[in-house]
């Protein structure tokens, strides 16, 4: 799956523990109706964000990642998560900018069986 839109946030590295690194940027999308979505980039991937600022438009491949927990008083929670794994600058014109354009309407095809008796509207 893909992510488009603009660098709302861009965190620091963490160090969650010896073995685990994780860094966050939030993409707000272009929607008629944005959303600010969190994106968690982890181990090796996060070095992916270092060349990149708020404010640069991307598109992000994401993996959507879900959990179950259950706390020390017995209750079952679940989480998700949204992984980055990809980013690249957004390309004005690509396959996801077009996806949205409007399409041209199709002239109507010629009705080859239409008579002049045919009052038929259409």
């Known amino acids: 799956?893909?992510?488009?839109?603009?660098?709302?946030?861009?965190?620091?590295?963490?160090?969650?523990?010896?073995?685990?690194?994780?860094?966050?940027?939030?993409?707000?999308?272009?929607?008629?109706?944005?959303?600010?979505?969190?994106?968690?980039?982890?181990?090796?991937?996060?070095?992916?964000?270092?060349?990149?600022?708020?404010?640069?438009?991307?598109?992000?491949?994401?993996?959507?990642?879900?959990?179950?927990?259950?706390s020390p008083k017995g209750e079952v929670k679940f989480f998700v998560s949204v992984q980055g794994w990809r980013i690249q600058p957004l390309q004005q014109g690509s396959a996801a900018a077009s996806a949205t354009a409007p399409v041209a309407a199709m002239p109507a095809p010629a009705n080859t069986n239409a008579t002049e008796d045919d009052d038929l509207p259409f």
């Open 1 to 70: 799956m893909e992510l488009s839109g603009t660098i709302y946030r861009l965190s620091e590295a963490q160090d969650i523990s010896e073995k685990f690194r994780k860094r966050e940027v939030v993409i707000k999308t272009d929607d008629q109706y944005p959303q600010t979505i969190p994106v968690e980039f982890v181990q090796d991937r996060i070095d992916l964000l270092n060349s990149y600022s708020e404010g640069q438009q991307v598109t992000i491949s994401i993996n959507i990642r879900g959990r179950e927990w259950t």
